[in-house]
């Protein structure tokens, strides 16, 4: 499964990420790297983007971007 | 002996509040060349032989935006003396990423850890003696906002810089990516191993640019990485940040100790459930905004009649002060006996056309004031959070979203808060369509034209389409400059939403005052050239001073007027109007009072309030459509000078500024064209 199939309140472990280049990159560098765990806080009013939790901080990504987030849920 | 010390941080960690604890107002704002990107740079205010830079706020040194090619670059090719690494205690495992990466560049550095009082209030704690002991670089606890630890940060931050003392090497990787980076390091050409060693790191991470900055070395490097892999894995990028965030779990198990452990909820998440709330996110906006104009232009403050909001009150001290100025200088004049024409010069051209701009530049204060306010509590990035589902459509991010609403009021603080969007190519995007939001200087045209030639019951919905009209144009534009312009940059959503916080009022003010004196400065020029200039054409030809039908300009306006006939209005009135809008476009009102009917700008103005004809004379050159493509032309092409001036101070370029007027113009074109076209088969 991945990070946008989550509702708002679960928690998981990210397994992988897929999408190559700059995009993947940027997800890593801003802490979310295969091991850690996410908990997802709420979806935007207009239903995207999705607001995590990640390493002690709230990160929003899009639910396009959050596709590319393999997780398995805790 | 003097030092140069760069700040860098995540965004967001108060580095600009350190910034403006350490230099006050002994700061200058300019500009990263090419890109759209605040330059910061000030003097230590308690030691002027230290400069202190503020780079842009990153989250790594990997080449994904511009914000981080220029810190990186600043850090590996400038070699400050030090660098201060601002922490956000926190986030503190996030920061420490960037940590790492400053400390690979083996530049002096010292850490500091901000928002201390944040981590105290919330119970955790965090060992900065332990911290330094591992990291080898001192680690100093401060809260920006209240000065506290700044002064020994500085202290040990100069004694760095003098000692020129470099961190230890910290032990991230494991042996074979280190003897990787050795094997590489042979193979390039950097004088200094530091240099050397780190561009293998980069190289193995794939760093684009290093990649494609190497020439005859390439394959002996690519088949070093090709061995690695073998080992380590094909992904070796993530394999790096993946032992960089490794470390930093054991560097802050023995430094961090957290009161609780999880998911803690914050204040700002309680916040957030009713300002992000599904159904109360958009109604709240609305009134913040709502607020945010009435302070700026509101003539009835608080339904108060006739009390005046702040940037109103700023705005007509500014323009009493100017009109007295104004006022003495002419008297002067007069008494001095100068001839006709310098008078003119000096009133009508040079204070009449910069009081204009003078005028609203207390607007503009306010607006930027309040939005800089916004901006630091964090609020901001709630409202991109909550927009961002309409505006990726047209490739733009929910951040557009404030600059594009601030369009309707002026272009000029809406350009700069286009500063606040998260990439380069999604600011220039917007900078670029702004201007075809319709300003408040160009209503007086859409009612003269409304009050003359459409019918009562037609008069509302036609300014209210055109009002549309912008934002179609703005939306298709966007659509179209993503495709055509900017087809290589991507441009996703991932961003931080910080914790809310009550930005200090000092900060805010300094940075919104720097920011509009580089407008006056940079924008001056530009605005106070071609009022001249225009003055000049339409009041003068070969004979001397002459009334403006005899001008230069009319000649020029007579000339020009067959590149707008496929517009439907080629008179020369009306080309001359166009360019006398280019120093205001509320001018064109004027213009058109003068050649069409000699009536002055007053009497057109309150007839127009009355919601007379104001000036049924125009009717000879101009029907319903063309006077529609008129107006859609003066919308859609070139803003005021004064708003090219913000496009050329915030763009950074001339290039750029020049890319964005041909857009601009380009498109009136073509727009007036398909209305005068279309119009004339329907009516």
């Known amino acids: 499964m991945t990070l946008n199939d989550l509702k708002p309140g679960q ?5 992988s990420i897929r999408e190559k280049g700059t995009l993947r990159r940027r997800i890593m560098d801003m802490g979310v790297t295969p091991g850690v765990s996410v908990k997802v806080i709420k979806v935007a009013p207009l239903g995207d983007p999705m607001e995590i939790n990640v390493r002690g901080y709230e990160l929003s990504l899009r639910k396009d971007e959050a596709k590319q987030i393999q997780v398995e849920m805790k | 002996m003097s030092h140069i010390i760069a700040l860098a941080g995540n965004p967001n960690c108060g580095k600009t509040t350190l910034f403006n604890e350490l230099t006050g107002s002994k700061q200058h704002v300019g500009n990263w060349p090419g890109v759209t990107v605040d330059k910061k740079e000030g003097i230590y205010r308690n030691n002027k032989n230290i400069t202190i830079l503020d780079l842009p706020g990153t989250y790594s040194l990997s080449p994904y935006s511009a914000e981080e090619i220029i810190a990186r670059d600043y850090i590996v090719k400038e070699k400050p003396d030090a660098v201060i690494n601002i922490v956000d205690g926190t ?10 990466q400053i400390a690979e560049t083996r530049i002096p550095m010292v850490v500091a850890v901000n928002m201390m009082d944040e981590v105290e209030s919330r119970g955790d704690r965090i060992d900065c003696s332990k911290l330094s002991q591992e990291l080898g670089v001192p680690v100093i606890p401060i809260v920006a906002r209240s000065g506290k630890g700044i002064h020994e940060l500085m202290e040990a931050a100069i004694t760095v810089a003098k000692d020129h003392k470099v961190g230890k090497k910290l032990p991230v990787y494991d042996d074979q990516i280190i003897t990787a980076m050795e094997d590489i390091s042979e193979y390039l050409k950097d004088k200094q ?27 002996a490097v690519e088949e070093i990485i090709k061995k690695l892999q073998e080992s380590e894995g094909e992904d070796l990028e993530a394999k790096i940040a993946d032992l960089r965030y490794h470390y930093i779990g054991k560097l802050v198990k023995k430094a961090v100790k957290k009161a609780k452990l999880g998911h803690v909820e914050t204040k700002s998440d309680k916040l957030d459930k009713i300002l992000t709330n599904r159904f109360l996110a958009l109604p709240i906006f609305a009134i913040v905004m709502y607020i945010l104009f009435a302070c700026t232009f509101s003539e009835n403050f608080l339904f108060i009649d006739g009390l005046p909001s702040l940037g109103v009150w700023l705005a007509g001290l500014v323009e009493d002060g100017w009109a007295a100025l104004s006022a003495a200088l002419e008297n002067f ?10 008078q003119s010069l000096v009133i009508s051209g040079i204070m009449d056309g910069i009081g204009a701009v003078a005028g609203f530049l207390p607007l503009v204060l306010v607006l930027f004031l309040l939005l800089s306010f916004l901006e630091d509590s964090g609020y901001m990035a709630r409202i991109a959070f909550v927009m961002d589902r309409i505006f990726r459509r047209f490739g733009l991010s929910g951040r557009s979203f404030i600059p594009l609403l601030m369009g309707f009021g002026c272009s000029v603080p809406a350009l700069m808060a286009s500063r606040t969007l998260e990439n380069d190519k ?11 939001m319709s300003c408040g200087a160009k209503l007086p045209i859409y009612a003269m034209f409304a009050a003359t030639l459409f019918v009562n019951q037609n008069k509302t919905w036609i300014v209210f389409s055109i009002y549309m009209l912008g934002l179609v144009v703005a939306v298709i534009s966007a659509l179209i400059l993503n495709k055509f312009l900017f087809k290589d940059e991507s441009s996703n959503f991932i961003m931080e939403l910080p914790q809310y916080r009550i930005p200090t009022l000092k900060s805010v003010m300094i940075h919104a005052w720097e920011k509009i004196k580089g407008f006056a400065i940079k924008a001056g020029t530009i605005i106070f050239a071609s009022t001249v200039l225009i ?35 080629a008179d020369w009135r009306a080309s001359v109007g166009v360019v006398t809008g280019w120093i205001a476009k509320e001018n064109i009102v004027a213009t058109f009072g003068q050649l069409f009917a000699g009536i002055d700008d007053e009497t057109m103005i309150e007839a127009i309030s009355a919601g007379e004809q104001a000036l049924p004379q125009i009717t000879s050159v101009f029907n319903g459509v063309t006077a529609y493509a008129y107006m859609a032309f003066n919308l859609l092409c070139m803003p005021c000078f004064a708003a090219v001036g913000a496009i050329r101070r915030e763009m950074g370029s001339m290039k750029w500024t020049l890319r964005a007027v041909a857009f601009q113009m380009i498109t009136a074109y073509i727009v007036a064209l398909l209305i005068n076209v279309i119009g004339n088969l329907i009516f």
């Not at chain 2, 986030?91 to 790492?100: A, G, K, V």
């Not at chain 2, 004049?333 to 310098?342: E, P, Q």
């Open chain 2, 91 to 100: 986030s503190i495992e996030r920061n420490l990423y960037l940590t790492l």
């Open chain 2, 426 to 436: 999604d600011r220039k995007i917007t900078m670029m369509i702004t201007p075809f």
């Open chain 1, 11 to 15: 928690e998981g472990k990210v397994i």
């Open chain 2, 333 to 342: 004049l007069v008494s001095a006996g100068a001839s006709d024409w310098i």
């Open chain 2, 535 to 569: 003055w000049f054409l339409s009041n003068f030809n070969f004979t001397g001073m002459v009334d403006m039908e005899e001008s230069f300009l009319a000649y020029i306006g007579n000339a020009i007027k067959f590149i707008f006939a496929p517009l439907g209005f």
């Open chain 2, 193 to 219: 191993m530091e240099d050397r060693e780190w561009k293998a790191l980069k190289l193995i991470e794939g760093d684009e640019i290093i990649t494609e900055s190497l020439t005859n070395e390439k394959n």
